[in-house]
């Protein structure tokens, strides 16, 4: 990536936002299959982690990735902070210490969390929970760091079959280009990466 367009993006803050935040595959997979993310590993722009790790005051996520990455200090280098974990059955949910399993309304959760955040951001890590949030107008930022890799099965960022298109607006450019130009070339050589 060009020093310029790591310019453009400008340090996250922390502003008791509700934030859809995720590294996503250019074809817009959130994790391969059976949660697979070993496709991350190398790529993040220069002090992201300390970004993150001092604006997020709290996540919420949802079972399948707790099941997955039960242990929440993976969520950001050394990020300590509450976590809750929306589930229909969280009486099989092992008990882990910093994570609160919930089983309410998405609106309510984001309710919980935000507070809990206390005045810094929630991290919504959860791609079913995102879209649930979206469609009632609870998100206030989709924040994507996007890996050149194509994955071509997995979790989806966005997956609504049938939905209507959802609009959006870039943040982090100057002049709020709606439109993105990148150019790929496939690696052929794994020793290039
Ligand atoms: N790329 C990245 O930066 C990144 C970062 C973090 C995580 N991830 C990955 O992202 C993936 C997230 O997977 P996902 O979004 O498909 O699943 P998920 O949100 O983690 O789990 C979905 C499950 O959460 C529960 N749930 C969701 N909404 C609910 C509601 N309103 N009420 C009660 N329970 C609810 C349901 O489980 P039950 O019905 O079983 O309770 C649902 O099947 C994981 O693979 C994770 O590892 C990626």
Not at 45 to 56: A, Q
Not at 136 to 150: A, F, K, M, Q, Y
Request: charged letters at 20%.
């Amino acid at each position: 990536m060009s020093t310029a367009a790591i310019a453009d993006t400008k340090p996250q803050t922390a502003e008791g936002k509700v934030l859809w935040h995720f590294t996503m595959s250019l074809d817009g997979f959130v994790a391969g299959p059976n949660h697979a993310m070993g496709w991350m590993k190398g790529v993040s722009r220069p002090s992201l982690v300390e970004e993150y790790v001092e604006t997020t005051g709290a996540v919420l996520g949802g079972r399948d990735g707790f099941d997955a990455f039960p242990e929440p200090s993976g969520t950001y280098g050394g990020w300590q902070g509450p976590v809750f974990i929306l589930t229909h059955h969280p009486e099989d949910a092992p008990p882990t210490a910093g994570t609160t399993f919930l089983t309410c309304d998405v609106a309510e959760a984001v309710r919980i969390g935000l507070e809990a955040a206390g005045g810094k951001n929630l991290e919504v890590m959860s791609a079913s929970i995102g879209r649930q949030a979206l469609e009632r107008g609870l998100i206030n930022e989709i924040d994507l760091h996007i890996v050149p890799v194509l994955l071509g099965d997995g979790i989806r960022l966005f997956d609504n079959p049938g939905g209507a298109p959802v609009d959006l607006e870039l943040l982090n450019d100057h002049d709020q280009v709606t439109t993105l130009n990148v150019r790929y070339r496939p690696v052929t050589d794994p020793n290039e990466r």
